[in-house]
């Protein structure tokens, strides 16, 4: 099983920076592929960012492409997300996710990101 725990939102400008890390427990975490996702108050969750659990494959969604980076240090246990530029549509509450097979299996609590116009 695997425990996951978000940081690093918070109210931000638009154009601005952050940078979200997910911090994973357990001794098998590297071999998960990870994503975020993220969720606005009314709209469905959306699947934002993945990588393969090896590094060097991600995915982005294409409101984000170009903006956001994921990235992972399974030395550490973490996986980041990097989000430049950022817009107000970007404002929602960020999950990090664990994959086992072809499902997201292991959720974080969230973190809030608050882009201010």
């Known amino acids: 099983q695997v425990q996951l725990v978000e940081s690093g939102g918070g109210l931000v400008q638009a154009g601005g920076s952050l940078r979200l890390s997910c911090a994973a427990s357990?001794?098998?975490?590297?071999?998960?592929?990870m994503g975020w996702f993220r969720q606005a108050p009314g709209e469905e969750r959306e699947r934002v960012a993945e990588?393969?659990?090896?590094?060097?494959?991600?995915n982005y969604a294409d409101s984000v492409k170009g903006r956001f980076t994921i990235s992972r240090d399974n030395a550490k246990n973490t996986v980041y997300l990097q989000m430049n530029s950022l817009k107000p549509e970007d404002t929602a509450v960020y999950y990090c996710a664990a994959r086992a097979g072809t499902q997201y299996l292991y959720w974080g609590q969230g973190t809030q990101v608050t882009v201010s116009s």
């Open positions: 357990g001794r098998t975490f590297s071999r998960y592929d």
């Open positions: 990588i393969h659990w090896l590094g060097g494959h991600t």
